[in-house]
Every structure is written in C-alpha cells, then in structure tokens.
C-alpha cells in the first residue's frame, strides 16, 4: 500500500470522474484497474510510474470464470486518508 499524504501534485483537480457527492473530497483511494480513465495530467504520470513499480515482480494468473485468483499481492495507492486529508502544496518556479 503506498499512501501520500502530501506533494505538489493534484489529485482532485485531475481527476476526470465526477462524483455525485456535494462533499468536497479530502482523500482518494485510486482504483488500480481504472486509474488510466479516472486521471489526466500529472497525477496520471506519477500512477503510471507508482504502479509500475508497486507490480514490479507481481503475477496475476487469475481466472475470473473458474472463481480462481490468484496474484502475487494486491497494491493499493490512496492520497490521503479518511482521517487524515491529503495536502496539495503547489510548488512555483
């Protein structure tokens, strides 16, 4: 599990999946088999290298149709928490 809790990049802003919830969002849990579809910018540059590197060495010889899975380790990726809000700090040159 990698969780960031703070960094110049901007989660809520890249994310293109609108959420019918009027909260306004503290904390993403990203969903590693759609993060491609859910992010643009530089928030999908960084998952892209983060799960490159979190599936170095995994396997996934699952069989969905025969109700068999198996897989080296599961990898979640969260910016922040639900107790512990993910900080964006922006960074300019």
């Known amino acids: 599990m990698l969780t960031i809790r703070e960094g110049d990049i901007d989660p809520f802003t890249d994310f293109v ?6 909260q306004p969002a503290t904390y993403i849990n990203v969903n590693p088999y759609h993060y491609e579809r859910h992010f643009d910018g530089r ?10 590197v979190l599936n170095n060495g995994n396997h996934d010889r699952s069989d969905i149709m025969s109700d068999y899975f198996d897989v080296g380790w599961y990898v979640d990726v969260l910016f922040g928490k639900w107790n512990r809000p993910y900080r964006y700090n922006s960074v300019t040159v």
């Open 17 to 22: 999946v609108t959420c019918p919830d009027p």
């Open 43 to 52: 928030t999908l540059d960084f998952l892209t290298e983060a799960f490159a």
